[in-house]
């Protein structure tokens, strides 16, 4: 069986139904996304950027290095990341840029763009899952800078964020620096509302997994019986998403046939919100020595920069 169908199946056969949100990026989720990204209540890339034309300097600052490997995770199409490559091009003397993604087509465009803005960066792009291509590096003798952007620390389910940085620590050498993108804890209004645009984008987002499993799964989910639910509490710090059967029904999924009861959520997405004293704590419990948040003047996202 093939894993999205594994997942899927297995994540609709639990009591409290859920699905992983990383299926949410096909094709079209993808451009829902890019659209989620523009929304006026989804304030987290206009602060990530804000920090970024503000404090790229300073941040590069704190490492006392002349020859450097920035090493992108999950990097995209870069185009924020260009705002800290243009300082770093200023101030290293032998600088790399290695973006690493899933999506080979979208690492062309990466480097495309990159190289046009800055012309002269190397660029030496690595298509595949991180946590296998990391290996690929070992053998790379310069001093390091990893960086971890868009808040995707966020969509980890709890224990797995800590994981994943302790993955990272595993792969840096002492003196190496993490750069983590993070969303803070806030008015809860203000985080609610960027998971329930007035436009209905995430709505769309949201539906648009199950619009994937039917075709890819051969499945009929009737994408007028769900309807999306976003919530935010305060108390753990999360923002969540369902999807809600708004009356009894059965789904074919394949061979398979699953039941949903009026109202069952399935649970879709975390969207974890951190406090910078949590971020502190989470640095030196993963093996960090030193850290440093850079925000925005509203501080509502911060730019985590930790040293090993
Ligand atoms: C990609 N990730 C950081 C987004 C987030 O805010 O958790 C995904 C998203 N889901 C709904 N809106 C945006």
């Known amino acids: 069986m093939d894993n999205f169908l594994k997942d899927v ?35 987290l890339p206009e602060c990530e950027v804000e920090i970024l034309l503000e404090s790229s300097a300073d941040i590069l600052n704190e490492l006392p290095f002349s020859d450097l490997d ?3 995770l ?23 840029y290695i973006p690493m993604d ?38 790379r003798t310069n001093p390091r800078l990893v960086l971890f952007m868009g808040s995707n620390i966020g969509n980890f389910p709890n224990g797995q964020a800590l994981e994943f940085i302790q993955f990272v620590n595993d792969f840096l050498r002492p003196g190496d620096f993490f750069l983590m993108g993070v969303d803070l804890k806030k008015n809860p ?11 209905g984008v995430t ?21 007028d019986a769900f309807e999306h639910y976003g919530v935010y509490n305060p108390l753990t710090g999360s ?14 999924i394949g061979e398979m046939e699953i039941s949903f009861d009026k109202y069952e959520t399935i649970h879709t997405e975390i969207s974890q919100k951190y406090s910078l004293k949590e971020l502190d704590k989470i ?13 925005d003047q509203k501080e509502y996202f911060s730019l985590s920069l930790m040293r090993k």
């Open 9 to 43: 199946i297995q994540g609709l056969q639990k009591s409290q139904k859920s699905l992983p949100s990383k299926y949410f990026y096909d094709e079209e989720g993808s451009r829902i996304f890019q659209k989620i990204m523009a929304l006026e209540e989804y304030y």
């Open 203 to 223: 709505k769309q987002f949201n539906l648009n997994l199950l619009k994937r499993i039917n075709r890819e799964l051969d499945a009929d989910f009737n994408l």
């Open 102 to 139: 899933i999506s080979p087509e979208i690492l062309e465009v990466n480097k495309e763009l990159v190289q046009k803005q800055i012309p002269g960066l190397k660029v030496e792009p690595v298509a595949g899952d991180y946590l296998h291509t990391l290996d690929l590096l070992k053998e």
């Open 283 to 295: 640095a030196s419990q993963t093996g960090f020595t030193w850290d440093r948040h850079f925000t």
């Open 189 to 199: 209004h203000v985080i609610r509302a960027a998971y329930n645009d007035r436009e």
């Open 70 to 72: 920035i090493i992108e």
């Open 239 to 252: 923002a969540l998403s369902f999807l809600v059967s708004m009356d009894d029904q059965k789904v074919k």
């Open 74 to 96: 999950g990097a995209g199409d870069g185009t924020k990341t260009v705002i800290l490559l243009e300082e770093a091009k200023l101030k290293f003397e032998n600088l790399t």
